[in-house]
């Protein structure tokens, strides 16, 4: 971040709310030529700065608005549990996104599905088949209060 000016700061910020915007809008949105803005760009991109460019879609308008966040616990903690259980968990395509955790359990795992029937039958088809899952405590969202993408930290 100490290597990041107010340019570099205003373009992520820019790009992070509009990421189809094209590099003339950019150039007049940080007051730039096109050539630098393109310049400052690709920087960022070669940096891992920018990771990638995406879309976010409505949730709820392709049938997955109802988010439950799972905590799983594993039977184990050796390397080959954490690996064999991080490569399976990879394959379920409801899963946004999994993290490992200090706590009092080992894996926070995001699931978007339609509603409670949708969630059970992932829950027997894909979670309860996980490798080495001890335990499995599931929570749904009631609403989304704030979700902020990284460019809201600059």
Do not use: K, W
């Not at 690709?42 to 392709?62: D, T, W």
């Not at 988010?67 to 409801?94: H, K, M, R």
Request: net charge negative; proline share 2%.
């Amino acid at each position: 971040m100490e290597h990041l000016d107010d340019i570099d700061r205003l373009l992520l910020g820019y790009l992070g709310q509009a990421a189809r915007a094209t590099n003339a809008e950019l150039a007049d949105r940080v007051h730039m030529s096109q050539s630098a803005t393109l310049r400052r760009v690709r920087r960022l991109e070669n940096e891992g700065i920018i990771e990638s460019y995406s879309v976010v879609a409505n949730r709820s308008a392709i049938g997955r608005g109802t988010s439950v966040f799972v905590e799983i616990t594993l039977n184990g903690q050796s390397d080959s549990q954490l690996d064999e259980f991080e490569a399976a968990i990879a394959d379920c395509p409801d899963v946004l996104s999994c993290h490992l955790i200090a706590g009092g359990f080992d894996y926070l795992v995001h699931v978007a599905c339609d509603d409670v029937t949708s969630y059970e039958s992932i829950h027997r088809r894909q979670l309860a088949h996980l490798p080495h899952v001890a335990r499995v405590q599931s929570s749904f969202a009631l609403r989304t209060v704030l979700d902020r993408p990284a460019t809201a930290l600059l």
